[in-house]
């Protein structure tokens, strides 16, 4: 009893022989196995035919990066800032006031160059006096002449009858000598006087003096209008730490710079063996480290004309005799088709991938 305390699960244990089981789950485990070993090898292989049949169809590189215009503003004059109308990333309209300049030296410019326009025109008044003084001066050493031969010639008459001295005589022709000698003077003031009131061939009929006094009344006003400094370009406001107000401006020196966030590009450093196939107008996608989750279509717009070293500041000498050779890179402007979702920023990295099928020169 103690050795078989239940019959039943004997029989029934000997109903179901364990033949009927073990051989149908090793065979189910055998094949899966076989699939398993199989599917990874076969995966591989299918990535590797696929990397090789679109490597030669792509051309990607890391080495890029958001361009955009940047207007640096320089004042045109000199001068200490009195007003600072910006700030710091503050997005600014074409026109929009930036900074102002005491106008006051220019404002007394532009009031000594009205005083000498006047002083030249009164100049002239002088001058055309000098004018109408020097005709009356012709008329009366004309009229001296004329007394002086009369005179000279009724001594003359004298002398042939001898009632006269040799020295009254020669005192007449003195006196006719004078008076020819001051109508030649007369002469040369008219002619000087013409002379200086002439306005000369480049000149509209004015006189040079006025219209030298007129340019810099001219000058002096460009030059107060110049002290109010407005936006060139519209975009956002960068480097403006040295707006401060009390600022000596230097003339040229740029002082503050404005970034076109409207109009962005990608500047793509590509290895010069990327190149064969690239043209422009190939489709390319651009992505950002800043922002994984924006993808931008773009286009191949042009092909740079030299390599980055040919136009930094000390090009790489390679005549030496110590020449390694390494690949060089090539700048490739992309043009960004897309509207960003997020406000791109300039020199931010990007990675960008030519599709080199299609395009045209």
Known sequence: ???NPDPAMDI???????????PGRSLGRRIGRWILMLSVPLALAAFGIFYWITSDRYASTDNAYVQQDIVSVSPEIGGKIIEVGVSENQQVAEGDLLFVIDPVPFELELAQSNARIAAAQVEVQNLQTDFQVSGVDIEVARQ?????QSNYQRQAALMDKGFTTRARLDAAQHEVDLARARLKSAQADVLAA????????????????????????EQARLNLDRTRVVAP?????AQSTRLQIGQMMVSGLPMVSIVNDASSWIEANFKETDLARMKVGQKARITFDAYPEIELNGRVDS?????????????????????????QRVPVRIKILDK????LIAGISAEVTVDLRNGSE
């Not at 029934?12 to 033949?19: I, L, N, T, V």
């Not at 092909?303 to 690949?327: M, R």
Request: no cysteine; charged share 25%.
């Open 144 to 148: 001296d002449i004329a007394f002086a």
């Open 194 to 217: 013409k002379s200086r009131l002439s306005s000369g061939s480049a000149s509209s009929g004015e006189n040079p003096a006025v219209a030298d006094a007129k340019v810099a009344r």
């Open 233 to 237: 370009v519209a975009g956002r406001i």
């Open 303 to 327: 092909i740079g004309a030299g390599t980055g070293s040919e136009f930094s500041v000390l090009p790489a000498q390679n005549a030496n005799g110590n020449w390694v050779k390494v690949t």
């Open 340 to 343: 960003s979702p997020r406000q």
């Open 1 to 3: 009893m103690a050795d």
């Open 12 to 22: 029934e244990e000997e109903e179901k022989p364990p033949a009927s089981r073990t």
